[in-house]
């Protein structure tokens, strides 16, 4: 591997951390990334597109600033150009993104809709879902509700688990720290205490945003397929449709 291959692949590793904020899935699985280029200089060139020339201007933003402060993390870098290609807001996002401006500065008609906001809107939405599978998993495992709910983070991260339950704690605990509140491994989205005796149904309720990011997940890829040629990004095995269809098993259902 020469050296330039090396830093190319350091590049993507770093672009594969960033997610699609509505998707909650690396930018790089979906197929957003459409290249790299590298300078002798430490100077990196990414472009990147998405599924129709009319995604929300505000995630779209997001991704980019996201693509941008990934990239630019690396010790080698010295400047970075995000690129979106065939967008309806192309200028005013490559623009925002080269200046380093904040989305409401970029999007001023947008009032409040600052950077941080919208992160921090995604990312609990994120926490939710990342949330549900990690439940769903626990309660399969045999773990009581009551338990569950009563665990702290430094509990959580004691538990013994298989391969799929560690890297379901992992994605977890990466969003688990925007919410804040009770010093509980598992409260709401306000930071509030989650009932065991209303746990099920709690569940029920948080599915709903799994189940619209599956939905949406499957129509970014068929839309990107189907604009750009190429079979879609298959979809990811955990967690699947089905987790957030079924219904809940009795022993999610028990106080």
Same mark, same amino acid.
């Given at each position: ?18 997610? *699609? ?6 930018? =790089? ?16 060139? =990414? ?29 080698? =870098? ?33 009032? %409040?809709? *600052? ?5 921090? @809107? ?20 045999? @773990?009581?509700?009551?338990?569950? =709910? ?11 688990? *298989?391969?799929? %339950? ?13 919410? %804040? ?28 945003? %799994? ?45």
């Amino acid at each position: 591997m020469t050296a330039l291959e090396a830093r190319i692949g350091e590049v993507r590793a770093a672009l594969d951390q960033v997610t *699609d904020p509505e998707l909650d899935e690396s930018v =790089v699985e979906l197929g957003f990334v459409t290249g790299i280029e590298i300078d002798g200089d430490g100077a990196v060139r =990414v472009g990147f597109r998405l599924p129709t020339y009319w995604c929300a201007a505000n995630f779209s933003y997001l991704m980019a600033a996201d693509m941008r402060d990934a990239v630019r993390a690396l010790p080698w =870098v010295n400047t970075v150009a995000v690129t979106l290609d065939e967008h309806m807001f192309i200028d005013a996002i490559n623009d925002g993104i080269a200046k380093d401006k904040d989305f409401s500065d970029a999007f001023p008609a947008e009032a %409040g809709n *600052d950077l941080a906001g919208i992160r921090q @809107h995604f990312g609990l939405k994120a926490m939710e879902r990342r949330q549900e599978a990690l439940l769903r998993h626990l309660l399969a495992a045999g @773990h009581a509700p009551q338990a569950l =709910v009563s665990l702290d983070l430094a509990g959580l991260a004691a538990l013994a688990l *298989d391969a799929a %339950g560690a890297e379901l704690r992992r994605r977890y605990l990466e969003r688990r720290g925007l919410v %804040g509140g009770l010093p509980l491994a598992f409260v709401t989205s306000t930071g509030e205490r989650i009932m065991h005796e209303t746990l099920a149904v709690y569940l029920r309720h948080i599915s709903r945003v %799994g189940l619209n990011a599956e939905f949406n997940g499957a129509l970014c890829r068929g839309l990107l397929a189907v604009r750009y040629g190429g079979a879609p990004q298959p979809l990811p095995a955990e967690p699947g449709l089905a987790d957030f269809m079924r219904q809940s098993s009795p022993q999610t259902a028990r106080p």
